[in-house]
Structure formats: structure tokens, C-alpha cells
């Protein structure tokens, strides 16, 4: 079962508590390639679903309520993309507020298992 799909179960059965999931094109790809899963399975799972091209969408604000934020599974890029500040996706400019705002961010390098 991939990392995202655990996360996304724990968090669905998890009493108050609501789920935001933003796949870029690469991890929509990568779960098709190596799975019998597609995006659709994921979303299923999640409260909330963003495109990574909503810059505006919510988790792109510091007043937008969360808890923290879960990369999973998180490549490289993006953790080069969140270190240098290059915030040219819903992913990588929520993460960059998530830090702002003192939430935890937590990156699962792809290769973690």
C-alpha cells in the first residue's frame, strides 16, 4: 500500500480531523506507473482535493486553518523547491506558509519506507 494511501486512511478515520490533497503531475504518474491505483483512489480518501496550479486555493494563505502538512511521498525537487523558497505550485507555496506560520511540515523523501 503506498505511503500517501495510509496517510489519507489514517487521517479519514481519524475524528476531527480533515484531509487536503494536492498530487502534483509526477506523483499522479509515479502511483498509476507503480500501482494499481489512480488519482481518483486518492481522492476518494480526502476532504478536500487541489489542483497544484490553485496558487490562490486556501493552504496558499497563513489564515487558511491547518494543523501542519504532510508531504508524501516527497520528491526532491520539491524539497529543493521548499529550501530555496521557490514556491511555483500549491504544494510548495502551501508548504512555505505551513513554515511561516510555525506549523510542522513533514517530508517523506520517496525513497522512505
Known amino acids: 500500500m503506498p505511503i ?3 496517510c489519507l486512511q489514517i487521517l479519514h478515520e481519524t475524528e476531527n480531523c ?6 502534483s503531475r509526477s506523483a499522479v504518474l ?4 507503480e500501482t494499481a491505483l489512480c488519482k481518483k483512489d486518492m481522492e476518494r480518501l480526502a476532504d478536500q ?3 497544484p496550479e ?3 486555493a486556501g493552504p496558499a494563505s497563513g489564515s487558511y486553518r491547518a494543523d501542519g502538512m504532510l508531504i508524501v511521498p516527497c ?3 520539491t524539497v529543493a523547491g521548499i529550501c530555496s ?5 500549491l504544494i510548495l507555496r502551501a508548504a512555505d506558509v505551513t513554515l511561516k506560520e510555525g506549523r510542522p511540515l513533514v517530508l517523506a523523501a ?4
Open 4 to 6: 500517501l494511501q495510509e
Open 18 to 23: 480533515e484531509s487536503v490533497l494536492i498530487m
Open 30 to 33: 509515479t502511483l498509476e506507473h
Open 49 to 51: 482535493v487541489y489542483e
Open 54 to 56: 490553485e496558487i490562490g
Open 75 to 77: 520528491s526532491m525537487k
Open 85 to 89: 523558497g521557490y514556491a511555483d505550485n
Open 110 to 113: 520517496r525513497e522512505t519506507r
